[in-house]
Antibody, heavy 117, light 112 residues
Framework: EVQLVESGGGLVQPGGSLRLSCSAS????????IHWVRQAPGKGLEYVSA????????YYADSVKGRFTISRDNSKNTLYLQMSSLRAEDAAVYYC??????????WGQGTLVTVSS | DVVMTQSPLSLPVTLGQPASISCRSS???????????LSWFQQRPGQSPRRLIY???NRDSGVPDRFSGSGSGTDFTLQISRVEAEDVGIYYC?????????FGPGTKVEIK
């Protein structure tokens, strides 16, 4: 069974930093690209960032470019999202999502990021 | 970016009756390999999204056959043949053909 377990969310002040992690199991982690997708409270789904299977290529939504960094450690089956210069509009549940065939076939349970002073 | 629109945004339905959700894209979703990468997701209250349909009309494992997807080019539809109580939630379409992937705004399905 595929499992994606996010952690690292919490309350942070505007301008602060936070690192999210996603621990994967139940599939061959280094065969798949993984994305971060977020959902602001009461809002829809938004692609945030992506990394290919070997970590050699990374992608970012314009809204987070220059502030967020995605990375992965295939030896630990873990994905990361380093978030800095956080803004109120970054507050959301962040989901780790497995990409398969130009779609998302497995989602984590999400981790909540709150940005407030 | 490809803009995805859905209608209606709110859909009150009667148990046992059919329901239909439309999803439209601002560009054709036919990829260079001939496939159309349009997926549908269900998000029940308090849960993570779950994929129901991929490549327009392919049901994921474990998805009841009352869910079906259809469409082509820029116009797509998710149909529920007979709505059950467990179908309450928000439904999103996603296009994966063009980068970046983009979601529709969601359609909230509720029981009348």
């Amino acid at each position: 069974e595929v499992q994606l377990v996010e952690s690292g969310g919490g309350l942070v002040q505007p301008g602060g930093s936070l690192r999210l992690s996603c621990s994967a199991s139940g599939f061959t982690f280094n065969n798949y690209g993984i994305h971060w997708v977020r959902q602001a409270p009461g809002k829809g789904l938004e692609y945030v960032s992506a990394i290919n299977s070997n970590g050699g290529s990374t992608y970012y939504a314009d809204s987070v470019k220059g502030r967020f960094t995605i990375s992965r450690d295939n030896s630990k089956n873990t994905l990361y999202l380093q978030m800095s210069s956080l803004r109120a509009e970054d507050a959301a549940v962040y989901y780790c999502v497995k990409r398969n065939g130009y779609s998302y076939d497995d989602w984590g349970q999400g981790t909540l990021v709150t940005v407030s002073s | 970016d490809v803009v995805m629109t859905q209608s209606p945004l709110s859909l009150p339905v009667t148990l046992g009756q059919p329901a239909s959700i439309s999803c439209r894209s601002s560009q054709s979703l036919v990829y260079s390999d001939g496939n159309t990468y349009l997926s549908w997701f269900q998000q029940r209250p308090g849960q993570s999204p779950r994929r129901l349909i991929y490549k327009v009309s392919n049901r994921d494992s474990g998805v009841p056959d009352r869910f079906s997807g259809s469409g082509s080019g820029t116009d797509f539809t998710l149909q529920i043949s007979r709505v059950e109580a467990e179908d309450v939630g928000i439904y999103y379409c996603l296009q994966g053909t063009h980068w970046p992937p983009t979601f529709g705004p969601g359609t909230k399905v509720e029981i009348k």
